[in-house]
């Protein structure tokens, strides 16, 4: 039978459960504070990332998102790129790194090919070639285009399936079958899904500071367009990204790298710093990123963070066009011990949080699975 949901939030993880929702035939409404959504999930490269997300359960549910973004590319027109990835080695220990992981890659379920430098620049102009010592590709990767995607995905859950969006409206109280303005108004569900962390602060404030929920401050930046059609290929990762994505826990040699990063870059550490880029559908290359946490973080950006994001940049990849057009922090929400914050607090509400930087990649599929359990 057909159940009236309410979702408060718009983002990313707001409209995964949405969509999968719809799709069971539920009448669904979607409430967001702000005139459209501007938080973490239109702040981010647009990387849909299974090759990051550890083998087992997370990985699986991370390529179920990947197969749902291809369908709303499909039938909703959204721009999506299945470009893959490839990690770079510019240094030995990078190298034994992704020389260890392709050997147990299988195992494990991950598909990847171990790339010669010759082969790495095949496949991407924009690989330095000097000092290069090779790179893994992965094929599973998505690109798409985080404000665009966010912001047209209401347009089409409307008119596909009659989603109602409430936005600039902002909920401040939940029962149990109903929900509350501040004005006074209110709306009745059979069921309700608080997604996102400014509402849980809000409405649950007390079953958020027992989470361990941590925030993470990033910077970002992204470059003109790039002239004459000019692509990069696949999203591009440096050796430095493998101290942070934790796929690469498997492998025994990352503690030497890790090491010779603490030693020889500290400041790197310090601010959380491995670099990537990605390109969207105009061209723009986004470029970052930092991590900065709970009473670290500032509203105000640091501009040596930015110049050191440059400088990895600069020694890993190369592009015609260095020129950045803006720059941007976002902070999220993540929680430390699985892949989304889950909880009931009153009968018939759903808080679903803390998904991290890996909203994208993981939000669609967490969203599926929680409609196959609650059906």
């Known amino acids: ?152 995905m209401p347009r089409w859950l409307s008119a596909e399936f009659d989603v109602r969006f409430e936005f600039q409206i902002t909920i401040t109280a939940v029962e149990s079958g109903r929900v509350n303005n501040a004005a006074g108004r209110s709306w009745n569900f059979d069921r309700v899904i ?12 007390q079953l958020l500071s027992e989470s361990g929920i941590k925030l993470c401050k990033l910077q970002m930046m992204k470059t003109n367009s790039q002239l004459l059609g000019w692509r990069i290929g696949p999203h591009l990762a440096s050796g430095l990204t493998m101290r942070h994505y934790h796929n690469f826990d498997i492998c025994g040699s990352l503690g030497a790298l890790k090491r010779r990063v603490a030693e020889e870059t500290p400041e790197l550490d310090r601010f959380g710093i491995h670099v990537m880029a990605s390109q969207n559908d105009a061209g723009e290359v986004i470029l970052g990123d930092s991590h900065e946490y709970d009473a670290e973080i500032e509203p105000f950006d640091k501009s040596v963070i930015d110049e050191l994001m440059l400088r990895e940049l600069r020694a890993v990849i190369r592009l015609p066009d260095w020129t950045i057009a803006e720059r941007w922090h976002g902070i999220y929400a993540k929680y430390p011990t699985a892949p989304v914050f889950s909880a009931e607090p009153l009968p018939g509400v759903f808080v679903r949080t803390g998904t991290g930087g890996a909203g994208m990649t993981m939000s669609f599929g967490l969203a599926e699975l929680d409609w196959e359990q609650w059906q």
């Not at 996102?196 to 404030?205: D, I, N, R, S």
């Open 1 to 152: 039978m057909p159940l009236h949901i309410g979702i408060i939030g718009a983002g990313i993880v707001g409209l995964a459960h949405a969509w999968s929702a719809a799709e069971r035939g539920h009448h669904v409404t979607v409430f967001e504070r702000s005139p459209r959504a501007s938080g973490a999930s239109i702040r981010n490269f647009g990387m849909v990332w299974p090759i990051g997300q550890p083998a087992g359960d997370c990985y699986s549910t991370a390529m179920l998102s990947r197969e749902r973004w291809l369908r709303l590319a499909h039938h909703a027109r959204i721009w999506v790129n299945p470009c893959g990835s490839i990690h770079l080695a510019h240094r030995r220990d990078e190298w034994d790194v992704l020389r260890e992981f392709h050997e147990v890659a299988p195992q494990h379920g991950y598909e990847c090919e171990f790339l010669s430098p010759t082969e790495v620049l095949q496949r991407t102009p924009a690989a330095n070639p000097e000092g290069l010592l090779g790179g893994l590709f992965s094929p599973t990767e998505l690109c798409v285009n985080p404000p665009a995607t966010i912001r047209a």
């Open 194 to 205: 608080v997604c996102g962390g400014a509402e849980v602060q809000t409405l649950f404030p």
